[in-house]
C-alpha cells in the first residue's frame, strides 16, 4: 500500500577555502570563506536535492549529476535543484515542504534566511511559508567546529500528484 506522501532526507558537506562568500540556497553570503566542490558547492541545494530524490525513490544527485561529468563543473546548483523536481513530478510527485539545517561555525544564517527561503521555496515550487532553514554552530567541536567547512541536513515531503 502507497500513502501517497513519501519523506526525504538529504546531507551534504563542502570545505571551505579562502574566498569572499558561501553560496547557500542560491544566496551568497558574504564571507572570508567559500566553498569548494565540483560544481558551484552549494550545499544547501544538494542537501535539498538528495532530500527530494530520495524521497521520490529516485537515487541521489551524485547518480544525476556525477561529479566526473565535465557539464557538472562550477554548475549552477538552483539548476540541478529544478532538473531533480521536474524528474521527480515526471515520476509522479510533487513537493511540499522541506525544513533545513545549515551547521557551521560562520557565516551567520539568520540574515540570509528569508531570501534563501524565497529562492530554494521558488525553485521546488512551494510557498516560501513551506520551507524552513536555520542555522546552528557546531560549538567549536570536530571540523566543523574548527572552520574547515560547512554541514547541512534537509527533509523535504512529497505528495503524490493527482492524476
Ligand atoms: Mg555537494
Not at 16 to 41: Q, Y
Request: proline share 4%; hydrophobic share 45%.
Amino acid at each position: 500500500m502507497s500513502l501517497g506522501v513519501r519523506v526525504g532526507i538529504g546531507y551534504d558537506s563542502h570545505r571551505f577555502v579562502e574566498g569572499h562568500g558561501v553560496l547557500l540556497g542560491g544566496v551568497l553570503i558574504p564571507a572570508a570563506v567559500r566553498c569548494t566542490g565540483h560544481s558551484d558547492a552549494d550545499a544547501v541545494c544538494h542537501a535539498l536535492t538528495d532530500a527530494l530524490l530520495g524521497g521520490a525513490g529516485l537515487g541521489d544527485i551524485g547518480e544525476m549529476f556525477p561529479d566526473t561529468g565535465a557539464e557538472n563543473k562550477d554548475r549552477d546548483s538552483l539548476e540541478m535543484l529544478r532538473l531533480a523536481v521536474a524528474r521527480i513530478r515526471a515520476a509522479g510527485w510533487v513537493p511540499a515542504q522541506a525544513d533545513l539545517t545549515v551547521i557551521a561555525e560562520t557565516p551567520k544564517i539568520g540574515p540570509h534566511r528569508p531570501a534563501i527561503r524565497e529562492r530554494l521555496a521558488e525553485t521546488i515550487g512551494v510557498a516560501p511559508s513551506e520551507v524552513m532553514v536555520k542555522g546552528k554552530t557546531n560549538e567549536r567541536m570536530g571540523w566543523v567546529g574548527r572552520g574547515e567547512g560547512i554541514a547541512v541536513i534537509a527533509v523535504a515531503t512529497l505528495v503524490r500528484s493527482e492524476g
